[in-house]
């Protein structure tokens, strides 16, 4: 009987790890077409998003935490969809999922760039939008309210772009 190195196991889970940021998981037919259940979030900023003030709009959420390096990678990308797209009527709400302070947080997004909207996600957020058991997981929301597309991984910003185009 072979005996598996101690190494191989969390090379295994690297790999896994790493096809699954490589390549995006689609929306579910149970995502597709749904209205994206309202809720309410402090963003940074000291203001209140509302999801259901924002019909009309197209949105991009996107739950994801200061220790994901996939999630660090897709922000200049975000940032690059608010600022195409936001006289359009996208609007690119992040929603961190960390165990640490607001500020913390804020700190951290300070110092990457971010120029979009940022929030905490709270656990009636996750279970609402859930279950997020990867990140980054980023929902698509068409201008009727509709999640269009649920993706799971890294997105480069051409499919980025061609997802939020879809919304329009």
């Not at 896994?16 to 077409?33: F, K, N, Q, W």
């Not at 990308?77 to 929603?95: A, C, F, I, P, T």
């Not at 909207?117 to 939008?129: I, T, V």
């Amino acid at each position: 009987m072979r005996t598996i190195a101690p190494l191989t196991i969390p090379s295994l889970l690297a790999s896994l790890l790493l096809a699954l940021v490589a390549h995006p998981t689609p929306a579910t037919a149970g995502d597709a077409d749904r209205l994206a259940p309202s809720f309410a979030a402090r963003t940074f900023d000291g203001k209140t998003f509302r999801l259901q003030e924002q019909r009309g709009k197209a949105i991009v959420l996107d739950f994801w935490a200061t220790w994901c390096g996939p999630c660090r990678a897709s922000m200049p990308h975000l940032n690059g969809l608010q600022e195409r797209y936001s006289k359009d009527g996208l609007v690119v709400v992040g929603l961190s999922v960390d165990d640490m302070p607001p500020s913390a947080v804020k700190k951290f997004a300070d110092r990457m760039g971010v120029r979009f909207r940022l929030a905490m996600a709270d656990e009636k957020l996750l279970d609402q939008y859930g279950p997020i058991r990867m990140l980054p997981t980023t929902f698509f929301i068409n201008r009727r309210g509709e999640i269009v597309r649920r993706t799971v991984g890294y997105l480069d910003a051409e499919t980025l772009d061609g997802y939020v185009r879809e919304l329009f």
